[in-house]
């Protein structure tokens, strides 16, 4: 995946693995809830993903530190 580019995660998935440039492992990222679309900001620094509110089941966009 690309620096800005958009990636559609499977439904029910709540795992994002992080790998440098080079194709290591740098970290596994375990979320609560099911996570749909996703993207990494273009400096590294946080990832954007969309996922139902757990309370609302409202679609909302959130981010997280790499």
Known sequence: ????EMRQ???G???VNVF???G????????DRDIGM???A???RFLYFNAADPDSGVEQIYRVAL
């Open 24 to 31: 290591r492992p740098v970290r596994k990222l375990r979320f």
């Open 13 to 15: 998935e709540r795992t």
């Open 38 to 40: 996703f993207s990494v």
């Open 1 to 4: 995946m690309r620096i800005g």
């Open 20 to 22: 440098d440039w080079d």
């Open 9 to 11: 995660g499977r439904r």
């Open 42 to 44: 273009p400096d590294d």
